[in-house]
């Protein structure tokens, strides 16, 4: 098993630029394939970006692609997703996701075996 725990959200205003981190417990954390979601509200939740094991491969919702980064220090047991020109469309609850089965799984099964609780982005206009 394994436990996450978001962290970096907050308040920004548009244009501007904000770095998640996903802290994971356990020694097997190269294991897992990792991925950020989202939930806005009265909105289902959405898959924002992913990165396989070994961080040797990245995906991303088109709504993010460019202005977003994932990348993953396994040494530090930790996930980042770094977001740059932010619009007040993503705020929303971002959620940290892992799956031991890959990321392909992750993306088509709308999410992996273990969550995080959840941080909440804002951003204003």
């Known amino acids: 098993q394994v436990q996450l725990v978001e962290s970096g959200g907050g308040l920004v205003q548009a244009g501007g630029s904000l770095r998640l981190s996903c802290a994971a417990s356990g020694r097997t954390f190269s294991s897992y394939a990792m991925g950020w979601f989202r939930q806005a509200p009265g909105k289902e939740r959405e898959f924002v970006a992913g990165?396989?094991?070994?961080?040797?491969?990245?995906y991303y919702a088109d709504s993010v692609k460019g202005r977003f980064t994932i990348s993953r220090d396994n040494a530090k047991n930790t996930v980042y997703l770094q977001m740059n020109s932010l619009k007040p469309e993503d705020t929303a609850v971002y959620y940290c996701?892992?799956?031991?089965?890959?990321?392909?799984?992750?993306?088509?099964?709308?999410?992996?075996?273990?969550w995080g609780q959840g941080t909440q982005v804002t951003v204003s206009s």
């Open positions: 990165i396989s094991r070994n961080g040797a491969s990245t």
């Open positions: 996701n892992a799956d031991i089965k890959g990321i392909i799984r992750i993306i088509t099964h709308g999410g992996g075996d273990y």
